[in-house]
């Protein structure tokens, strides 16, 4: 969530900025709002005075008196004007906060501008694109062959994008999370389990409530809600609390299942572990002092990073265009992973950086002295498994048909060829 402050007192800066997003963001609502908010808030608490005022005379009126009488009718009409101004300072300010809510981060300097997905800036590369000299097979194949999936039954079972892993596939699955999970506690995150069910106000804490409402599993029954990734948990972690500024940055990583309505549309792009309504994930994420941000989020990109380098699996790093980014984002960069039967990299992380707009919503903040600020939050996935599998399964076959488990996870698997 944006402050209202500040862009009360810069609306073109701030509203040219989040314009590079999207060209039809405008503020002329939110500030609207704003001001008839302010206005209500004013006569309402004019009407208070009075009643105040009136309520002290009248308390020292006789009260067998005809003026009496008058005070008390006065009294009660005013009340009844005063509680007709704070149901509609009510709806305004739903209004406003709607408003708010909606409204994307502010998007960092070195972001590229674009409204093309595309135009993102490649920043590095890690090794080369795995060459052969036999016709591969792509992970569905693979999978099939050496039953390492049962997407059948997973269907069966629940419906299309929630994938059933079996045999030395459900290990080697397994196994990719633990050693995650070891990069991450290696990398100094401390490691926490957390519940995959949040409620309504933690969703929209890490703005997925209200504008993506369509794409989370939830159970209004319960008002809760599966979450789409490890960062809902994670940020709701320290709402409504203070932290002390000698303790940040505080690291975290969690190791979560994650639920997604979208899964797009039929095609090669979404067969198999491609895209998927339940995958698992680890995410690793910052809490930090605004001036320990930009060092964080390096930190972060290069522990997922790490993993990729120790399976020695292809990948790129990417600065995603202003198109591109999640509106709690400042600046996102994605690692993806090159996928050989696709001929194509595709991202298995998103690396961004927040700014104090998960704050703001969070009512995270720091003590420094007598000064009290809101945090900075960072996150990044280290790393989702399903394209990781994939890349994994395609890079490394062989020509009859196996698959050679990198040395760095075979301590993991307990075996070392599929």
Not at 238 to 255: G, S
Request: proline share 4%; net charge neutral.
């Amino acid at each position: 969530m944006l402050d209202i402050h500040k862009i009360i007192a810069s609306r073109e800066d701030c509203e040219a900025n989040l314009k590079k997003r999207d060209s039809n963001i405008s503020l002329d609502a939110l500030l609207q709002f704003e001001t008839e908010r302010k206005q209500l808030q004013r006569q309402y608490d004019e009407a208070r005075t009075k009643i105040n005022s009136a309520s002290k005379q009248m308390s020292q009126t006789d009260k067998s008196s005809a003026e009496f009488e008058t005070r008390r009718v006065e009294i009660r009409d005013m009340g009844n004007y005063a509680d007709s101004l704070k149901t509609k300072l009510a709806e305004v300010e739903d209004k406003f906060r709607a408003e708010l809510l909606i409204l994307p981060n502010f998007i960092s300097s070195e972001v590229p501008i674009s409204p093309n997905k595309e135009d993102k800036q490649i920043v590095r590369t890690f090794g080369e694109k795995p060459i052969f000299d036999f016709p591969i097979q792509d992970h569905l194949t693979l999978g099939e062959k050496l039953n390492l999936f049962d997407f059948k039954r997973g269907t069966k079972i629940a419906e299309p994008g929630f994938p059933m892993y079996t045999g030395k596939g459900a290990f080697l699955e397994w196994s990719l999370i633990n050693f995650f999970i070891d990069n991450a506690r290696q990398s100094g995150f401390n490691f926490v389990i957390l519940p995959i069910l949040n409620n309504t106000e933690s969703l929209i804490t890490t703005g997925n409530l209200p504008k993506f409402a369509e794409e989370i599993y939830s159970c209004k029954r319960d008002n809760l809600h599966l979450i789409p990734t490890a960062e809902t948990p994670i940020t709701n972690i320290y709402r409504d609390e203070i932290l002390d500024a000698k303790d940040l940055p505080v690291r975290i990583a969690a190791y979560t299942p994650c639920f997604r309505r979208e899964a797009g549309a039929s095609g090669k792009m979404t067969r198999g572990l491609m895209r998927l309504h339940q995958f698992n994930k680890l995410e690793t994420y910052s809490i930090c002092l605004p001036e320990q941000a930009k060092q964080e989020h390096e930190r972060l990109i290069e522990n997922g990073e790490r993993i990729l380098k120790q399976l020695n699996l292809h990948y790129r790093l990417a600065n995603l265009p202003s198109c591109d980014l999640a509106n709690q984002s400042s600046q996102t960069f994605d690692i993806e992973v090159w996928l050989p039967h696709l001929k194509q990299y595709s991202e298995v992380s998103s690396a961004s950086n927040c700014l104090d707009y998960q704050s703001r919503r969070a009512n995270i903040k720091f003590k420094n002295g007598n000064k009290k600020e809101l945090t900075y939050t960072l996150n990044c996935s280290a790393l989702a498994t399903p394209r990781v599998m994939i890349a994994l399964l395609e890079s490394n076959q062989t020509q009859d048909g196996h698959v050679i488990i990198p040395e760095s996870l075979r301590k993991y698997t307990q075996f070392d060829k599929i």
